[in-house]
């Protein structure tokens, strides 16, 4: 009998079934307990809905509900509290499979569960398992590459002000912003008063109502998904 369960961390991908990695199918076949994370906006997580189509069999499900908030007592309570749950099925003895949109390293939850876990359960084997990010799907869909040669690259997380994004842009080639759907109008505003960028907008990478423009400003009257993504590209000589 085994003392504890694995904890896996299994990236799925931006969303399209098809970038969800050979080793990650492998885990998810024979796992016991899937951990799914969610929203209270969601009606089925983002990651789980990847999951089925790929998966080849029925799981045990551990849904945890981690609020869209930006305070933080409020976030530390709910990793708390799934920390807990998580926990409770690995000293079972059960492998847990935390699956997140994306890659379990790059802005996801899968992270403050993984310090709770190392913390309080030092014993617990961790296993993470990447996946493809959005920060490379969404040029792949855009047929633009990132950087290239010396060109540096920043990924910049929805929780930035004006002042912060005018630094980064002159230090950087290309800047990739997360989750910009409700602040791109103030961005692309923003951006006007550059001459020398190029800007591409990605949003639901990877899934059938994929939308990849590289003129942004054609869909700020639009009702965009929290999965949306801009890419700002210094224009070449």
């Given at each position: 009998?085994?003392?504890?369960?694995?904890?896996?961390?299994?990236?799925?991908?931006?969303?399209?079934?098809?970038?969800?990695?050979?080793?990650?199918?492998?885990?998810?076949?024979?796992?016991?307990?899937?951990?799914?994370?969610?929203?209270?906006?969601?009606?089925?997580?983002?990651?789980?809905?990847?999951?089925?189509?790929?998966?080849?069999?029925?799981?045990?499900?551990?849904?945890?509900?981690?609020?869209m908030s930006m305070d933080r007592e409020i976030l530390e309570q709910s990793w708390q509290n799934a920390g807990r749950q998580v926990a409770e099925k690995l000293m079972a003895g059960?492998?847990?499979?935390?699956?997140?949109?994306?890659?379990?390293?790059?802005?996801?939850?899968?992270?403050?569960?993984?310090?709770?876990?190392?913390?309080?359960?030092?014993?617990?084997?961790?296993?993470?398992?990447?996946?493809?990010?959005?920060?490379?799907?969404?040029?792949?869909?855009?047929?633009?590459?990132?950087?290239?040669?010396?060109?540096?690259?920043?990924?910049?997380?929805?929780?930035?002000?004006?002042?912060?994004?005018?630094?980064?842009?002159?230090?950087?080639?290309?800047?990739?912003?997360?989750?910009?759907?409700?602040?791109?109008?103030?961005?692309?505003?923003?951006?006007?008063?550059?001459?020398?960028?190029?800007?591409?907008?990605?949003?639901?990478?990877?899934?059938?109502?994929?939308?990849?423009?590289?003129?942004?400003?054609?869909?700020?009257?639009?009702?965009?998904?929290?999965?949306?993504?801009?890419?700002?590209?210094?224009?070449?000589?």
């Open positions: 009998m085994k003392l504890t369960g694995i904890f896996y961390g299994i990236g799925v991908g931006p969303g399209d079934p098809e970038l969800v990695t050979l080793k990650a199918q492998k885990i998810l076949s024979r796992v016991d307990i899937l951990c799914v994370p969610k929203s209270r906006m969601e009606k089925e997580s983002l990651a789980m809905s990847v999951v089925r189509a790929v998966a080849d069999r029925e799981h045990n499900l551990l849904e945890l509900e981690f609020p059960q492998d847990v499979a935390f699956i997140t949109i994306g890659d379990p390293t790059l802005y996801s939850t899968f992270g403050y569960l993984l310090r709770f876990i190392k913390l309080n359960y030092p014993q617990v084997p961790v296993e993470i398992v990447p996946g493809v990010s959005s920060i490379t799907a969404c040029p792949a869909a855009l047929l633009e590459p990132l950087v290239e040669g010396d060109e540096k690259l920043a990924v910049v997380p929805a929780a930035y002000n004006l002042d912060d994004l005018k630094n980064i842009i002159d230090l950087f080639d290309t800047v990739v912003l997360m989750k910009v759907n409700r602040r791109l109008p103030e961005i692309m505003q923003f951006l006007q008063q550059y001459d020398n960028l190029q800007t591409f907008f990605v949003s639901r990478c990877g899934y059938p109502d994929q939308l990849t423009t590289a003129k942004p400003e054609t869909v700020l009257a639009q009702n965009l998904h929290y999965m949306s993504l801009l890419v700002v590209k210094k224009s070449k000589p």
